[in-house]
């Protein structure tokens, strides 16, 4: 494989039928540029959609009050239970498998001011809990923490556009404003891990610690809904029918009721989305590996036609004492040689593509909503070069079986 007057042969071949071996090799660079070329676009796709959920929010389950359908207990059907803190307690006492816990209660339209500049805004009680496991951001300062709802302290996390709006270019940390009439010290300033027209509400809200909503707007120790995450090597489905029994139980909502205490499992929609991709992959794979074979049967030919040509060189090697061993790893070594460098230049090119079109994306900050980072990994890339090296030696294993069965004498009569 490594003899100097072989590989000299093989490039004379080469350069005797350039356009030939050219087109050839182009069959080969063009299937594997787009093999690479799909893939890397195939996995910007699944950046894309998988950024948006977070790199918290795969685990987890909302949890909120709706309408009975069934009597139970004496209730009529069409009470709508009330959670409390009660029920988050209840929670982290007798299902161990949750690990976060975030309550959430929201009012509305409350107004808040910083000297001369005010506006309406949500307010939200919360618990330190609730940025572990929702898809939020710190921009500046901290989130609510256990010392604020033990204390019940007077802090708020303002929404990055609410604190741009009442503190303008002014840094807020630490600066006091008004809630309601009542003081409040800034502390963090938060927002959406992506911007999505559903997270628009988090840009624009304050939250304060729930126990602090409590005290100082008078809503009693109610909650709208809560957030759980499962513990490491938990699924969050397999949690879920725990803590909608024990809320049925404690909130009397017949067993059986489809609706009483509603939840969303995100793990499941995640899952599914997995599955997608994975059967995207698979299908990338096969057109991209199609789009190659038609290349490595255009070699295969490209070395059938070959041998027909050097079928009296080949027998005379074999007159002189050539092996059917050395003829085989002859036309071999010209086939991988000629996928080999052409599917290499197709690995680069196509890499160099899916780069560029990153980097014009990065450039110029262009966020398609599901599309982002689109990128060949290591191991596709190791993959590809490991089906070249197999294609090229599948492109001439038939031709070079071919040659090393030429008869001597009859290829010495050949015309």
Avoid at 60 to 69: A, K, N
Wanted: aromatic share 10%.
């Amino acid at each position: 494989m490594f003899n100097r007057d072989t590989w000299q042969e093989i490039l004379a071949t080469v350069r005797k039928h350039k356009l030939r071996t050219g087109l050839t090799a182009l069959g080969v660079f063009w299937g594997i540029f787009m093999l690479i070329f799909v893939l890397g676009m195939g996995q910007g796709l699944e950046n894309g959609v998988f950024r948006d959920f977070g790199s918290r929010a795969k685990n987890v389950m909302y949890v909120w009050p709706e309408r009975t359908t069934q009597p139970y207990q004496g209730f009529q059907p069409g009470r709508q239970p009330q959670l409390d803190m009660d029920d988050i307690l209840a929670i982290k006492q007798y299902i161990p498998e949750v690990q976060y816990i975030g309550p959430r209660l929201s009012l509305r339209n409350i107004p808040a001011s910083y000297r001369d500049i005010g506006d309406s805004y949500e307010i939200r009680g919360e618990m330190e809990d609730m940025i572990r496991i929702e898809a939020l951001t710190l921009y500046e300062g901290r989130y609510i923490n256990a010392l604020d709802i033990r204390d019940s302290r007077k802090v708020a996390v303002l929404g990055k556009r609410t604190a741009e709006v009442l503190f303008g270019k002014e840094d807020c940390i630490g600066r006091y404003f008004r809630i309601g009439g009542m003081e409040f010290r800034a502390v963090g300033i938060f927002g959406p891990m992506q911007i999505k027209p559903w997270t628009e509400d988090d840009l624009e809200a304050i939250v304060i610690p729930l126990t602090t909503m409590y005290r100082a707007f008078g809503t009693g120790e109610r909650v709208d809904y809560f957030v759980c995450s499962a513990a490491p090597d938990v699924q969050v489905s397999a949690i879920e029918p725990k803590v909608k029994g024990l809320l049925k139980q404690r909130h009397r909502v017949a067993p059986d009721d489809p609706r009483g205490i509603g939840a969303f499992n995100l793990e499941e929609e995640y899952q599914g989305i997995v599955n997608l991709f994975g059967g995207i992959k698979a299908f990338l794979w096969f057109v991209g590996i199609g789009t190659l074979m038609a290349g490595i049967v255009g070699v295969s030919n490209i070395m059938l036609i070959t041998v027909k040509e050097r079928t009296k060189e080949i027998g005379i090697r074999k007159a002189l004492g050539a092996t059917p061993g050395s003829i085989i790893q002859m036309i071999l070594a010209e086939s991988v040689l000629i996928t080999g460098i052409s599917g290499y230049l197709g690995l680069i090119a196509g890499a160099f593509v899916i780069g560029l079109i990153n980097y014009v994306m990065v450039a110029n900050n262009l966020e398609p909503d599901n599309f982002y980072n689109p990128q060949v990994n290591l191991s596709v890339g190791l993959s590809a070069i490991t089906l070249l090296v197999l294609a090229g030696a599948a492109a001439g294993l038939l031709p070079a079986l071919q040659a090393a069965r030429v008869d001597p004498v009859v290829a010495l009569k050949d015309e």
